[in-house]
């Protein structure tokens, strides 16, 4: 197991956004966490980064906190201006591998071209990022992620604003990676991707936490339970899920404690 989080409360002592999270991640899992704006999406994503402490709970790390732990973040903490090109992004996610005279080896060279080859930007490597569409710019951050070679990778809304062949080719990247045995946690928007792309999923929302196989977590009462859809929203889920079948065997549904 990579993370065992047990009855974690997240978000600051006088306001808590989450109570009685729990959840595990072993390596191959691809865990999706939805949930309303507010909800604490990405205070769970910045206390795995160990930004913002928990409030309280345990939360370990059984077989050692990864020396890597690649991130993505959403697109608003990024600046697509800044004056370097498409290659220099991507070789960011080495640094690690610079030498004593600030050189990169071989092994480094390669990971950033197959980084550029994978998320097909090869042509495109020496273009400065201010002249990339959105889409390109994603796939741009997501070779600088795959450049790090980390086991776990953190992913905050990485299809906000990109079209859907960009969209389908990242989640594609991202069955890859877990097929690789990488541990991928993504905060995902769309219920389709995640029904079809994750094994895992934590549904946050009204104070509380669900955690469990998506099929389980994702339905329309608890959606609608805990505020990511209202009434009127939730008719159309139905049919997603009595047109897929569930597995009820490879879940577990946990429900958090009192609204915060």
């Avoid at 006088?14 to 999406?41: E, I, M, Q, T, Y």
């Avoid at 994603?138 to 980390?150: E, T």
């Avoid at 989640?171 to 097929?179: C, F, G, V």
């Amino acid at each position: 197991m990579l993370i065992e989080a047990s009855e974690l409360t997240l978000g600051y002592a006088s306001s808590p956004l989450v109570r009685s999270l729990s959840f595990d991640l072993a390596a191959g899992d691809v865990l999706a966490v939805v949930g309303h704006n507010g909800s604490g999406k990405s205070t769970l994503i910045k206390t795995l980064l160990g930004v913002i402490p928990p409030v309280s709970g345990s939360f370990a790390w059984p077989t050692g906190k990864p020396k890597t732990i690649a991130y993505l973040g959403q697109r608003t903490e990024f600046d697509g201006r800044f004056p370097i090109r498409v290659r220099d992004l991507a070789a960011m996610g080495a640094w690690r591998g610079l030498g004593l005279l600030g050189r990169f080896g071989k092994n480094e060279h390669n990971l950033i071209e197959e980084a550029l080859q994978r998320t097909n930007i090869s042509q495109i490597a020496d273009d400065p990022l201010h002249v990339l569409s959105a889409g390109q710019l994603q796939r741009a951050l997501f070779a600088r992620a795959m450049v790090q070679n980390a086991p776990l990778i953190l992913l905050d809304e990485p299809f906000t604003a990109i079209d859907q062949t960009t969209e389908t080719h990242l989640l594609n990247l991202i069955d890859t990676w877990a097929a690789e045995g990488r541990a991928i946690i993504l905060v995902l928007h769309d219920l389709s991707a995640v029904l079809q792309h994750c094994n895992k999923a934590l549904l946050l929302g009204n104070g509380r936490a669900r955690y469990g196989h998506p099929h389980q977590v994702l339905n329309p009462t608890n959606l609608v339970d805990q505020g990511y859809l209202s009434s009127s929203q939730a008719a159309w889920i139905e049919s997603m899920f009595t047109s897929q079948p569930s597995d009820p065997s490879a879940a577990t549904n946990q429900q958090g404690g009192a609204h915060a």
